[in-house]
């Protein structure tokens, strides 16, 4: 009865155009009210402590990086230089969006922001080469979802609060799986776009090569920082947050002049209102997580999958196929927030490592940015780059299904997150 008071309480909230952060908030006094525990008192104070917390400090920096990275030009340089590199094989303009991606992921960790950003340069110069316009959105849009798996990364940092695991450990496992991510965009890719004729653009000289990668230098040398200031315990992920956003405006301010006082107001500005949208989601969560742990609903749920606890394996692909279900009709943090606390001591109880598993669950709650009919990431793609949204979910279906089937092949193998992330560790 519990779990249908959640739910029901929940669904039925969103059903009628509630916000979903509201809807939380519902659903806790909804199962406040069937506990015989309402007190408004409680929920003011649980949803206050739901976003005090020192580690979530990281959303805003990284938030407010992505912006300062797309407005100061580091994010230009970082296409440029991707250019030089791969522009001129057959296929070339894909490439470069997949290389670009991949480093500017390493920048910002927002999908939303490194998709806009993309589809703002890389889109018009892709119609312009003869692509079709829908598929290279698509491969935008999921290019743009590398973002959330390879760090800094703001759905690990979310999942680290939620879940009570290492944000440093989540951020170091992300590294090759996100690597994998990649090199499925980059064989869909090429087995799409064999068949097309279109002319590349010529191989650019060494020294343009050079001259593009001098030029991109400052950009590149941050993922290095945030990498190895991690690996060897210089700062948190919430101090790298901070050296992110730091080096970033010095970077736009200072060595590139891109960006005066007078554009910075409006960055800010931007930044805030994401980061308010998001700690409000997380506080209101956090209540709903709350009133679960009371309500006992995870001892419920680990109940209710006992005979899948005895095997790990068939467990999680049970708890993917979950999420890709629950990933079509909520965004990421939502859903991050919603599952995580009722999850998580299933994972525990099957003896699963709650880093794997945590890596897996953003991996798949980032393909759910591109999942119609939600899709965050292909609203921006299809917003940005004026593409109609059936043009644009045609265009990554490819793409996605790939995604999938790297997912998939982690769940079967779950060497080929640990392993490295051993190594990086």
Request: overall charge positive; aromatic content about 10%; hydrophobic content about 65%.
């Amino acid at each position: 009865m519990t779990i249908i008071i959640f739910l029901g309480s929940l669904l039925a909230a969103m059903a009628i155009g509630v916000p979903i952060a509201f809807s939380l908030l519902l659903c806790g006094a909804a199962l406040m009210w069937h506990l015989n525990m309402f007190d408004a008192q409680i929920l003011a104070q649980n949803l206050l402590e739901g976003s005090n917390s020192f580690p979530l400090l990281a959303v805003p920096f990284f938030m407010l990086a992505g912006e300062i990275m797309n407005a100061g030009g580091l994010s230009r340089r970082i296409v440029n230089f991707a250019m030089a590199l791969v522009g001129h094989v057959k296929g070339g303009l894909g490439y470069v969006t997949i290389v670009a991606a991949v480093i500017m992921a390493s920048l910002s960790g927002s999908a939303v922001a490194d998709a806009a950003a993309l589809t703002a340069l890389l889109l018009p110069m892709m119609v312009a080469a003869g692509h079709d316009k829908g598929r290279s959105a698509g491969l935008i849009a999921s290019a743009g979802i590398i973002a959330p798996v390879i760090p800094p990364s703001i759905g690990f940092v979310i999942f680290g609060v939620a879940a009570n695991v290492s944000i440093s450990k989540l951020f170091m496992a992300g590294v090759f799986p996100g690597l994998m991510l990649a090199l499925s965009l980059v064989v869909t890719w090429w087995w799409l776009a064999r068949k097309e004729h279109i002319t590349p653009p010529p191989r650019k000289t060494m020294a343009e090569v050079l001259d593009a990668m001098r030029l991109a230098t400052w950009a590149l040398v941050l993922p290095f920082i945030i990498v190895f200031g991690l690996k060897f315990g210089v700062f948190t992920p919430t101090e790298a947050a901070v050296v992110a956003a730091v080096y970033s405006l010095f970077i736009s301010t200072v060595i590139y002049r891109e960006l005066t006082f007078a554009k910075l107001i409006p960055l800010f500005i931007s930044a805030a209102k994401t980061s308010a949208v998001v700690m409000f989601l997380v506080a209101a969560a956090m209540v709903s997580a709350w009133l679960i742990t009371v309500a006992n609903l995870p001892a419920q749920v680990v109940e209710l999958l006992q005979p899948l606890l005895d095997s790990p394996r068939l467990l999680m692909f049970a708890i993917m196929v979950l999420v890709i279900v629950v990933g079509t009709a909520l965004d990421m943090t939502p859903t991050i927030l919603l599952l995580t606390p009722v999850l998580m001591p299933v994972i525990k109880a099957a003896g699963i490592d709650p880093v794997y598993f945590g890596v897996l669950f953003i991996i798949n709650n980032a393909i759910g940015l591109i999942t119609p009919p939600v899709g965050t990431v292909l609203n921006a793609v299809a917003g940005v780059g004026k593409v109609r949204m059936d043009e644009v979910t045609k265009g990554v279906v490819p793409f996605m299904i790939a995604q999938f089937a790297i997912m998939f092949l982690m769940v079967l193998f779950p060497q080929l997150v640990m392993v490295p992330a051993r190594w990086f560790y």
